[in-house]
């Protein structure tokens, strides 16, 4: 059926660009018929504010916030300008001095904070019901009228149609960027010494995820689903983890005799491997809506304590670089059970909807390795 697939989390958010388009396209239509139908005056405001309302943001968390900050500023400016435009007889100076007082004051309560669209919004709706002190009331009523309509039907068409959740987008980027962190190490550890590998755009693909990750934080946390804290922590998280494989990557042995010793230590590229596996798991997971669960093999550092404190060269000198690669390697894998003991903990990261129809996604395996490509997902 059509209609539950345009209600499907993972369509939303592999079409989010179209979709967003017909958005804006359908809102406009409606506000158009509507002004059409009642022969609102003024009423290219509500066509303005319909598109300033929605503009990029084609997250229901962005539009609601936006559009929370565009109603809340809308109707104190233009009460304020009301009250001052009713003083009857006013002294000369007094409507442009209480009309400056009143955007200064919504300035500095705005600046700091979150809320500076609301002080725009507040300036602009004042200055349209004031003018120049001379325009009709009617005129500047009619104005701040139409920014509600316009402001209202972007909302609406937004929550209602197809819409897209920006804890969805949060979901499959956070996904996206594990996979990607997954083969980066995956990578690593298949080819350590090969330094024609080509991991940059790997590396900036995650650090740019990361990025939107970080973006999406207000929306999300308007939707009410995670907290800025619990954003914070998964974010702080995968940038500690691309950090400590990006220093894996640029690891070099001073001589071959470290490389050599490292690849000699029995059962460590397979813990390595486990490892990228788990990660791979994670993603699959969290793209798919599922619970957390992966028991992750911890890194055994003691294992090779004794070996890489009696790392030594050919000629017998001393080999510092094996204690500091393993520990790297270990604090990989801390940091993802710490990610996972973060996520298990999401008690609203789990989707029913996306669990239903992960198999229409051919969303079947978590394998990060090129490989296993005839299982993928072939979207990812």
Not at 138 to 150: E, I, K, M, P, Q
Not at 210 to 227: F, P
Not at 350 to 366: F, G, I, N
Request: with cysteine; glycine share 6%.
């Amino acid at each position: 059926m059509l209609f539950p697939r345009l209600r499907d989390p993972y369509i939303n958010y592999r079409n989010r660009h179209l979709l967003h388009v017909m958005r804006v396209t359908l809102a406009l239509a409606i506000t158009f018929a509507l002004i059409e139908v009642f022969t609102i005056p003024h009423a290219s405001w509500a066509l303005v504010s319909t598109v300033m309302v929605m503009g990029n943001l084609p997250h229901i968390g962005g539009v609601l916030d936006k559009g929370r900050q565009r109603l809340i500023g809308t109707l104190l400016g233009a009460t304020w300008g009301i009250i001052i435009t009713l003083t009857p007889n006013p002294p000369p100076l007094v409507v442009p001095i209480w009309t400056l007082a009143g955007i200064a004051a919504a300035t500095f309560v705005t600046f700091k904070g979150r809320h500076g669209y609301s002080g725009l919004m507040f300036a602009i709706s004042l200055l349209l019901v004031v003018g120049d002190g001379t325009q009709e009331l009617g005129t500047a009523l009619w104005r701040s009228f139409n920014v509600l309509v316009g402001t209202l039907i972007g909302i609406l068409v937004t929550a209602f149609f197809m819409p897209q959740k920006a804890t969805d987008v949060q979901r499959f980027v956070l996904a996206e960027t594990l996979d990607k962190l997954a083969r980066l190490y995956h990578a690593h550890t298949s080819s350590t010494g090969s330094p024609d590998l080509d991991t940059q755009p790997l590396l900036k693909a995650s650090s740019s995820l990361m990025i939107k990750q970080r973006g999406l934080v207000d929306a999300i946390h308007r939707e009410g689903r995670l907290t800025r804290d619990e954003l914070d922590t998964i974010i702080s998280l995968e940038r500690r983890m691309l950090s400590t494989i990006e220093l894996l990557l640029e690891t070099h042995w001073t001589t071959r005799d470290g490389h050599d010793h490292i690849a000699a230590m029995e059962g460590l590229r397979d813990q390595q491997h486990c490892l990228a596996r788990d990660l791979g798991t994670i993603a699959f997971q969290v793209r798919t809506g599922q619970p957390i669960d992966v028991e992750l093999t911890p890194f055994d550092l003691a294992r090779y304590s004794t070996s890489a404190r009696q790392a030594t060269s050919s000629s017998g000198r001393a080999l510092f670089s094996p204690a500091g690669y393993l520990w790297l390697n270990r604090e990989l894998a801390r940091l993802t059970q710490e990610l996972v003991d973060t996520l298990s903990d999401l008690q609203r990261l789990p989707s029913q909807r996306l669990r239903k129809r992960a198999e229409h996604h051919v969303l079947s395996t978590h394998s990060p390795f090129p490989d296993d490509h005839n299982q993928r997902d072939p979207n990812s």
